[in-house]
């Protein structure tokens, strides 16, 4: 990465490895790393008072408390709103970030290399149920009614058609079957390439 660096946006579906992408590339390129679901939770415990669980805690929307989260998020459009301005403004306020919030690429309107994750739903309840250590019976519906109640979410907040517009993105990518040291290694060369082609246009 160049002197002036620009803040790498993540986004993608649930199960992709969006975190852990995102970190990969921040211990990588040494950038803060932001954690959209830390963020989010922490935010929700200071508006529901619930118990949100510990930092970092990964398998926090599948559960119980995540569900009651979901529905809180819904009943209460201003907890999305606040997590938003919260990322938005800490990346205006220090570019260098990598972070997985989802929406980012759309909302921030600063320059960034913006990165979409694809993979199908039956691979994303796959890598939930080994994350979650869950019976698949049990996570495909919970993941699937979660992606269509964000879907609704956000196009009701943004207007945004999460999962169907990749417009903002330079690189959209299918991660099917990999591990996330293929995926990592695949982004990273990416974003290397993209980086040398915008120094070029600065000199």
Do not use: C
């Not at 879907?151 to 517009?165: T, V």
């Amino acid at each position: 990465m160049p002197n002036q660096k620009i803040p790498l946006l993540i986004s993608g579906g649930i199960g992709t490895g969006k975190s852990t992408l995102g970190r990969n590339l921040a211990k990588h390129y040494h950038l803060k790393f932001i954690s959209a679901s830390d963020t989010h939770r922490r935010i929700l415990a200071q508006v529901e008072k619930m118990d949100t669980g510990k930092k970092d805690d990964r398998t926090f929307w599948e559960s119980k408390a995540g569900e009651k989260g979901m529905q809180a998020r819904q009943r209460n459009l201003q907890i999305d709103r606040n997590v938003d301005k919260t990322l938005l403004a800490a990346l205006r306020k220090n570019p260098n970030i990598v972070t997985d919030a989802r929406l980012m690429p759309w909302l921030y309107r600063g320059k960034a290399i913006r990165i979409y994750i694809q993979i199908s739903e039956m691979e994303s309840a796959r890598r939930v149920r080994e994350r979650d250590r869950m019976p698949l019976k049990k996570v495909l519906p919970k993941i699937r009614k979660r992606f269509k109640t964000d879907q609704k979410l956000f196009q009701k907040l943004y207007h945004i058609n999460y999962g169907k517009d990749f417009s903002p993105f330079d690189l959209v990518i299918n991660t099917e079957g990999y591990e996330s040291k293929d995926t990592f290694r695949v982004v990273k060369a990416f974003i290397d390439v993209k980086m040398r082609a915008l120094e070029k246009t600065h000199h």
